[in-house]
């Protein structure tokens, strides 16, 4: 039954999402974060300052699920909003000096996790399952 179910492509990638989320959660549990808090602080450490549209664009979640991380992530320390004096309709986010400070020891687990991951195919099959990979996060599903 197992063979039958990894026939499906949507079944793959879950099951790549989940030791994904296994690898992160593992490494960011002493810092009290969650994988998709890693996201936006990784977005975030790239460049803060934005509005949470921004932000939702970057890494992909609509707003209202941004809210609720960044709810949490404010409540453990990690990003502030500040008023935006362009637009008092919205704020910005901003990481705060606790962010910057373990930011370092964090931020490389992406590239950790890529590291791992290419040295077991060659580049050549990489650059074509990284292709893949961006067409289907652009194309319609379903």
Known sequence: ????LEGYIC?????????????????LSPF?????????FSALWIGDGITIGELGQR????????????????????????PNTEDRRSALVYLTDKARKVGPRIIGFADEL???????FPAQDMAVFERVLRQLSHSQIG
């Open 11 to 27: 079944f793959n990638v879950g099951r790549v999402m989940r030791r994904v989320y296994e690898h992160y959660d593992s490494r």
């Open 114 to 120: 890529d590291a791992s991951i290419r040295k077991n």
């Open 32 to 40: 009290n974060l969650t994988t998709p808090q890693y996201m936006v």
């Open 59 to 82: 890494v992909a979640l609509d707003g209202s699920t941004i809210t609720g991380i960044l709810d949490r992530m404010e409540k453990n320390g990690y990003v502030e909003r500040r």
């Open 1 to 4: 039954m197992a063979n039958e």
